[in-house]
T-cell receptor
Framework: ETGVTQTPRHLVMGMTNKKSLKCEQH?????MYWYKQSAKKPLELMFV???????ENNSVPSRFSPECPNSSHLFLHLHTLQPEDSALYLC????????????FGSGTRLTVV | AQSVTQLGSHVSVSEGALVLLRCNYS??????LFWYVQYPNQGLQLLLK??????LVKGINGFEAEFKKSETSFHLTKPSAHMSDAAEYFC????????????FGTGTRLKVLA
């Protein structure tokens, strides 16, 4: 596959569950990002990884835990979420951190019940 | 500090009419500017970008945008709207040097009327 692939596309979880979101890119990019998209709000940058190293944690609650085992894969581990965490979670990648444009995945629509 | 303002959260145009989506930015250093499109239940797709050079940039699907430094604007246009253009459009800015952080606008939802 080409581009950025996110799985699952949809996820419903209870507040006591633990789940993980997966993002994979085969573009040879070195930087990967997690964004949260909520209704009527600007996209919120959550985490940034460059060459597998986390370069930014944008004051994200600890119930969200990212993992980047290599430059092609990015995970977002979820536990004890709140209903207000329901949103579209988007993964993106870029060649580097120079800002030439992202490639986004299709997102995971998360609903916390 | 940087910021992006998209005027109009909803825009409706008739099929075949001109599409104009407005974006104004604020940046203390030379910016990189982007337009992204998001179709329902999809991620964002890069439409076009301005980094350096020619201020009129052409993107996919017949869209284009012009960087106007004096007006701090980067409006998106398309001469003739098509039904398939119905989507949400996001303007974004980042800096040429220093931080890589993107600042996204709040989006403009485009509706195309038959």
């Amino acid at each position: 596959e080409t581009g950025v692939t996110q799985t699952p596309r949809h996820l419903v979880m209870g507040m006591t569950n633990k789940k993980s979101l997966k993002c994979e890119q085969h573009l040879g990019h070195n930087a990967m990002y997690w964004y949260k998209q909520s209704a009527k709000k600007p996209l919120e940058l959550m985490f940034v990884y460059n060459f597998k190293e986390q370069t930014e944690n944008n004051s994200v609650p600890s119930r969200f835990s990212p993992e980047c085992p290599n430059s092609s894969h990015l995970f977002l581990h979820l536990h004890t979420l709140q209903p207000e965490d329901s949103a579209l979670y988007l993964c993106a990648s870029s060649q580097d951190l120079q800002g030439y444009g992202y490639t986004f995945g299709s997102g995971t629509r998360l609903t916390v019940v | 500090a940087q910021s992006v303002t998209q005027l109009g959260s909803h825009v409706s145009v008739s099929e075949g009419a001109l599409v104009l989506l407005r974006c104004n930015y604020s940046s203390s250093v030379p910016p990189y500017l982007f337009w992204y499109v998001q179709y329902p239940n999809q991620g964002l797709q890069l439409l076009l970008k301005y980094t350096t050079g020619a201020t009129l940039v052409k993107g996919i699907n017949g869209f284009e945008a012009e960087f106007k430094k004096s007006e701090t604007s980067f409006h998106l246009t398309k001469p003739s709207a098509h039904m398939s253009d119905a989507a949400e459009y996001f303007c974004a800015v980042t800096q040429r040097i220093g931080t890589y952080k993107y600042i996204f606008g709040t989006g403009t939802r485009l509706k195309v009327l038959a």
